[in-house]
């Protein structure tokens, strides 16, 4: 079985006759994995189309380079790097071998210094605010999980995120900040982002003008797997500074040292159940037969659409306000990983990668832009996200929350049919998964995460391309070098194509 043939598979009809004809499929077509309650009736999906999907999953050795990655092999090519993020949430005691190395206790050496120095700042009441400063995966994994778990914050840290280069963006949050009680960590694997650097930079001087160089030891935190870079930058990398490892990629780090921000928000003991969240679905995915594992199925599912049916986007509505920012997470996750048309042998890769992945709360989005999902000339496969307990306490309010959650799901799939005003006519037949959990706590947090952290690494198996680099950000930095000093320095007339040297001497003239 191969993705060509995808598209020749035979397509299953209507999901209303689907339900009709095997009303068996509402409890066969549900995963259950750790906490998660994962229904996936609601698909285009029959026994034979799931049978072709599961048998390209074999052919496509989705088992081999699955164990590939948990044995530390470096099936990240292009860097000639291993793939461990699994090892950042191991217990105690278990082994992740990388590069004849078991790296578990390096993980767990790191964690309990960020444990100590969380324990420290949480219990001094000096420190009010914290502001992360890093950008892609040294900002949104933190910044989303932060808002995600705003029940368990500390009651007097308040934590911001400042990633843009927008100068609006620090300047926001140093207007609302004393120096005196803010701590800066400044989060880059690479610690050579532009970016980030520019905003730590400007932070610094900040707090300089007020404080004195002497206060930068006591405001300032680093994490970065570059301690030379670090230290060049005036934070102390031996004290200061805590590291990880080049085989965990930004868009996976979350869980490594990024976290600190979290950590120090919802605590050490919060931060190592977000961590056993995710390890529950490691094994899961570890070990459970395809045709039973989430990431797997969700994955195949995700195929299905892109080469069998051509749907090119995908939604995630979380119908939780907490979760806002996880539809942008998810968008590095796996556009980054997967937005790629170059296969691992080097060729051109001759069919459809990663979608387009989008999306907003729920209800928010009903009032924006789901007239599209239901009626709109592109289908759109949903994954919705909810939970039975609220963190707050109206319950009125989660009960029409989760009542507009059940009600969009079966809506898109079934619609309703009206013959005689057609605008009223909803074909349905639009597919949709439903993602629930009791409550969202730190671990289901974790699990959340670890299964589309895994769905992605399947689809990207299938597609045969290297999920783990992101090759296709270079050259836009690059150009960003050169047309910097443009802006200001003397005029180099011709440099570009007529369309930027027009913008270059715009702004130029204009600034
Ligand atoms: O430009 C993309 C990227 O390399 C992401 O992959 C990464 O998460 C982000 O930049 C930030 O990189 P760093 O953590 O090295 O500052």
Redesign the pocket.
């Known amino acids: 079985m191969d993705l060509d043939a995808l598209a020749h598979l035979a397509h299953p009809t209507h999901l209303r006759e689907l339900f009709r004809t095997d009303p068996g499929r509402a409890t066969r077509y549900v995963v259950e994995a750790g906490d998660l309650r994962i229904d996936y009736s609601k698909h285009r999906l029959n026994d034979d189309i799931l049978a072709s999907l599961l048998e390209l999953a074999q052919d496509s050795d989705v088992e081999g380079r699955r164990d590939a990655m948990f044995a530390g092999e470096h099936i990240n090519v292009t860097e000639d790097r291993a793939v461990g993020h699994s090892a950042l949430r191991m217990p105690v005691g278990s082994t992740f071998m990388i590069d004849s190395e078991n790296v578990v206790p390096d993980v767990h050496a790191v964690l309990d210094s960020m444990s100590a120095f969380a324990d420290r700042i949480r219990a001094d009441d000096r420190i009010t605010r914290i502001v992360n400063i ?7 994994g933190p910044a989303m999980a932060e808002q995600a778990l705003g029940a368990f914050r500390h009651p007097r840290l308040r934590c911001s995120f400042v990633s843009n280069i927008d100068g609006a963006d620090i300047a926001g949050v140093l207007a609302d900040s004393d120096p005196a009680s803010t701590l800066f960590i400044v ?7 532009v ?2 650097l520019t905003n730590a930079r400007t932070a610094r001087s900040w707090l300089v003008d007020a404080l004195g160089e002497d206060a930068v030891i006591d405001h300032f935190v680093a994490v ?2 570059n301690a030379e870079r670090v230290a060049d930058f005036g934070i102390d990398s031996e004290n200061n500074m805590f590291g990880f490892w080049d085989w965990v ?3 996976y ?1 979350v869980d490594s040292a ?1 976290g600190l921000s979290l950590m120090l928000a919802i605590g050490p003991g919060r931060f190592r159940e977000f961590l056993a969240g995710f390890h529950t679905i490691d094994e899961h995915f570890r070990t459970a037969p395809l045709a039973e594992n989430a990431p797997v199925l969700m994955a195949l599912l995700g195929v299905w659409y892109t080469n069998g049916l051509g749907f090119d986007t995908k939604a995630v509505l979380p119908y939780a306000n907490e979760l806002a920012r996880f539809p942008a997470y998810l968008q ?1 996750l796996d556009m ?1 990983s997967n937005g790629k048309s170059v296969t691992l042998e080097g060729e051109r890769a001759n069919y459809n990668t990663g979608p387009i992945v989008w999306g907003e709360t729920g209800t928010n989005g009903q009032h924006a832009f789901y007239q599209l999902i239901h009626q709109g000339t592109s289908v759109v496969p949903v994954d919705f996200i909810g939970f039975a307990k609220p963190h707050h306490d109206y319950p009125e309010h989660h009960d029409l929350l989760m009542a507009n959650l059940i009600a969009q799901s079966e809506a898109l799939a079934f619609g309703q049919m009206n013959e005689a005003e057609p605008w009223r006519n909803f074909e349905g037949d639009r597919p949709n998964t439903v993602i629930l959990a009791e409550q969202l706590t730190p671990s289901v947090l974790g699990q959340l995460i670890a299964l589309y952290e895994h769905m992605v690494h399947v689809q990207g198996t299938i597609w045969g391309v290297n999920s783990y680099d ?1 090759w296709g ?2 050259l836009g ?1 690059e150009l960003a070098n050169q047309v910097t000093p443009e802006l200001t320095g003397d005029p180099t007339p011709d440099a570009h194509d007529s369309s930027t040297n027009a913008l270059i001497n715009w702004y130029r003239a204009n600034r």
């Open positions: 890093g950008i892609g995966g040294s900002d949104l989060a880059s694997k690479t610690f050579g982002t970016e980030t970065s797997t990629g930004g868009r780090s990024i590095q980054e992101q950000v270079e930095k």
